[in-house]
């Protein structure tokens, strides 16, 4: 089990730190540095389907996880003083009211703690959807994508619809793949597909969890549903990218966590040999066993 950690969470991302994920466009020659990341994806063209962006998490590390405890500590510290009062004077009222034989109709604050102090740090931003636009190289067929990353652990978090903004439209919270990716190293993901649920999908991955009718939309939206089709031998090369940097992503399974800032919930169709459900449960294929949540 592992702590999957938004480290500026709400419901559209925050614009505060530096993107963590950079889109290499189409004619930027490539050049591989030693101590960044890259990760490779294609997203296949539908009939009527439109383009959705997939949402990534890299997982902070250990150092990442110091500065932000240290950094809430600092800012819980200023604004403890202010919270207590505001307490307090709701606990006043509180009393004054059941004194007099009332009911107290106003909010009491739970005790300001550093777990439960509302803090959205800006100095890292690791929580990204990738631009739809962006694409490094584009077919009739499919677009391809090349995303510059810091080295780390990685999670498909979710996907979003093209909007301009930075957001995650639908978090795959109950269940969906991670992925590692080294130094020095192009990561092919393989290929990316999503598709509306409420539709059944002319995206042959997507069939069996889609098509559930309007229902299942959140309210003045669409829900998403999404997956990943691992590189194989048939998938297309991405002219430019030196193939000795590029290997295949080694896919895991990842349990449920909690996101409040999506719009929709769901999770990852199921993808063969790497995730699949039973129930509710998460399962790892390989293994056979349950992946433990993340919360």
């Known amino acids: 089990m592992f702590f999957l950690a938004v480290l500026s969470a709400s419901p559209v991302i925050a614009k505060g730190p530096p993107r963590d994920m950079v889109e290499m466009k189409a004619g930027t020659p490539v050049s591989i540095q030693k101590d960044r990341s890259y990760l490779l994806f294609r997203v296949p063209k539908h009939h009527g389907v439109p383009n959705f962006e997939p949402v990534f998490l890299r997982i902070p590390n250990a150092e990442e996880m110091k500065l932000y405890e240290a950094d809430r500590e600092a800012s ?6 202010k919270l207590i009062a505001e307490r307090d004077k709701q606990l006043s009222k509180q009393a004054a009211v059941r004194a007099a034989g009332g009911t107290y109709s106003g909010i009491v604050p739970p005790a300001p703690t550093t777990q439960n102090f509302n803090y959205t740090w800006t100095r890292i931003g690791n929580l990204q959807n990738i631009d739809a636009a962006a694409a490094f190289a584009k077919s009739a067929e499919e677009a391809t994508y090349l995303v ?3 080295p780390g652990d990685y999670v498909l978090f979710g996907a979003s619809w093209p909007s301009g903004l930075a957001s995650v439209h639908v978090c795959f919270c109950l269940g969906t793949v991670g ?34 009718g309007p229902s299942s939309d959140p309210g003045g ?69 349950q992946v433990p949540d993340n919360f």
């Open 148 to 150: 510059e990353v810091k």
């Open 221 to 289: 939206t669409y829900l998403l549903a999404g997956t990943v089709r691992a590189v194989g031998p048939e998938s297309s090369r991405a002219t430019g990218v030196p193939r000795d940097a590029v290997e295949p992503a080694r896919y895991r399974a990842v349990g449920k966590y909690l996101y409040p800032g999506a719009v929709g919930i769901n999770r990852l169709v199921p993808v063969p040999g790497i995730l699949d459900y039973d129930g509710g449960a998460v399962i790892d294929v390989q293994s056979g066993k």
């Open 76 to 81: 819980f510290a200023l604004a403890a003083p």
């Open 179 to 212: 992925f590692a990716a080294e130094p020095g190293k192009v990561v092919d993901l393989g290929y990316f597909m999503a598709d509306r649920a409420k539709e059944k999908s002319v995206i042959p991955e997507l069939a069996s969890e889609t098509g559930y």
